[in-house]
């Protein structure tokens, strides 16, 4: 009998539930889609230009490699979105396991040497930061004082964005990085920080 009734209010608390509608459907309205905003920046910089990519050129200034935007969204999300506050904290060591070597201000209009022209092993990323829009920075690779390529970002940012240098960097040790300003437009690119990502 104990069995009976507890199967019989079973099966009536199940057919209750169906019947009585949830608090979602009735008492919480939906968010149409095109009211909702995403935050399409959520790697590590603010771009400006849906067609942002980092060109690859080789010492003979051929075009060797295009970095597209969703290569560079996939790249920068592996990083902090600010690298130098992320790791102030826990040393030069990142995440990756790649040491980091921070510098400061850089106001240049033709080119400035990172950290003086001091050499970084085996060289993987540079990250900058940005205070306004930024168009043609590029970053030159040098081994022994002799360029082995340069990438240009292809489209202007603001905020932070960490540039993949890798591809260039895969045949000796030490290199020594040179930033450039490569816009078309000339005038003077102000960087607040930046980063070196090294082994």
């Known amino acids: ?31 149409p889609i095109p009211a909702v905003k995403y935050d399409q920046n959520t790697v590590a910089s603010e771009v400006q230009n849906q067609e942002l990519s980092v060109e690859v050129y080789d010492e003979h200034d051929k075009l060797v ?11 920068n999300a592996q990083f902090p979105a600010n690298p130098t ?13 790649l040491n980091t070597t921070s510098f400061g201000k850089a106001q240049f209009s033709n080119s ?3 950290k003086g022209g001091a050499t970084f092993k085996k060289p993987q990323s ?9 168009d043609g920075l590029g970053v030159a690779v040098y ?4 360029e082995k390529g340069k990438y240009r970002v ?14 260039l960097t895969k045949d000796y040790t030490y ?18 920080e930046g980063m070196v990502f090294h082994q």
Not at 2 to 15: E, M, P
Not at 19 to 27: E, V, Y
């Open 65 to 75: 490699k295009v970095y597209s935007k969703e290569e560079l969204e996939a790249f």
């Open 112 to 114: 400035l040497w990172i």
């Open 143 to 146: 081994y022994e004082g002799k």
């Open 1 to 31: 009998m104990f069995k009976l009734t507890l199967g019989k209010l079973g099966v009536g608390a199940i057919a209750l539930g169906t019947m009585i509608p949830s608090t979602a459907a009735f008492a919480e309205e939906t968010t």
């Open 154 to 167: 292809n489209g202007a940012f603001e905020g932070g964005l960490n540039i993949p240098i890798a591809y």
């Open 85 to 97: 506050t992320a790791f102030q904290n826990i040393g030069t060591v990142s995440p990756l396991a």
């Open 175 to 192: 290199y020594s990085l040179q930033l450039r300003n490569l816009s078309l437009y000339g005038g003077t690119i102000t960087l607040s």
């Open 126 to 134: 540079v990250w900058v930061n940005s205070p306004g829009r930024t």
